[in-house]
């Protein structure tokens, strides 16, 4: 079993609308998060990173953990054109180098 | 700031052949990742090196090999290309050491074709 999955695979929202992504963990010991995007053609970016509960904003980009179940989610708003990418959720484990990526969401932010 | 650099670009095989996609870092990062990119599948480990003169094995080790000959190098190597095999192989690097969770730096890709 996957032990990152992340929902919707694909996402289309017009431009200036919200995004939201969402990454579950299967796993209790993958406490740490980040959050990447992928650009066609090119190699994934970190976005953002989170490890407390809560909501963690940087710009137009929040994302949100809640340890207790796991999940966390990403929301893009006032989302524009260049935000159409592949983002994909990472969670890491405690004292443990391996990181473990979901397969994807793919975001086409429509003009 | 830093760059990763992957070369080729573009890789076209044969079916058995050994091919190798090589990786330059000069972020002066001790941990260094390669990575299978399948299209619907996400990425998947294939290899890492926690320091120079280590190599541990990923999810997906068998069929490929490792080798960190230096801090900023990491090679990978298919050992036996399969027929139809298309995938992007990612080149990462992080800082390591005690932050185990740290930023990954991606490099560009090897697009890889086996005829």
């Known amino acids: 079993q996957q032990k990152v999955q992340q929902s919707p695979e694909s996402l289309s929202v017009p431009e200036g609308g919200m995004a939201s992504l969402n990454c579950t963990s299967s796993d209790r010991n993958f406490q740490y998060f980040w959050w990447y995007r992928q650009h066609s053609g090119e190699g994934p970016k970190a976005l953002m990173?989170?490890?407390?509960?809560g909501d963690k904003k940087e710009g137009r980009f929040t994302a949100h953990l809640n340890k207790a179940s796991l999940h966390v989610s990403l929301h893009i708003r006032d989302s524009q054109p260049s935000d159409s990418a592949l983002y994909f959720c990472a969670a890491s484990p405690t004292n443990a180098y391996k990181v473990i990526f979901g397969k994807g969401t793919h975001l086409h932010v429509l003009p | 700031g830093g760059i990763i650099t992957q070369t080729p670009k573009f890789l076209i095989g044969q079916e058995g052949q050994k091919l190798t996609l090589k990786c330059q870092q000069n972020?002066?990062?001790?941990?260094m990742y390669w990575y299978r990119q399948d299209s619907g599948k996400g990425l998947r480990l294939i290899y890492y090196s926690i320091t120079e003169n280590d190599l541990q094995k990923g999810d997906l080790s068998e069929g490929y090999d490792a080798s960190r000959e230096k801090k900023s190098s990491f090679s990978l190597t298919v050992t036996s290309a399969q027929k139809n095999e298309m995938a992007v192989f990612l080149c990462?690097?992080?800082?390591?050491?005690?932050?185990?969770?740290?930023?990954?730096?991606f490099g560009p890709g090897t697009r890889l074709t086996v005829l």
């Open positions: 990173s989170i490890f407390s509960d």
């Open positions: 972020f002066n990062h001790d941990t």
């Open positions: 990462a690097s992080s800082i390591g050491s005690t932050l185990n969770y740290a930023e990954q730096f």
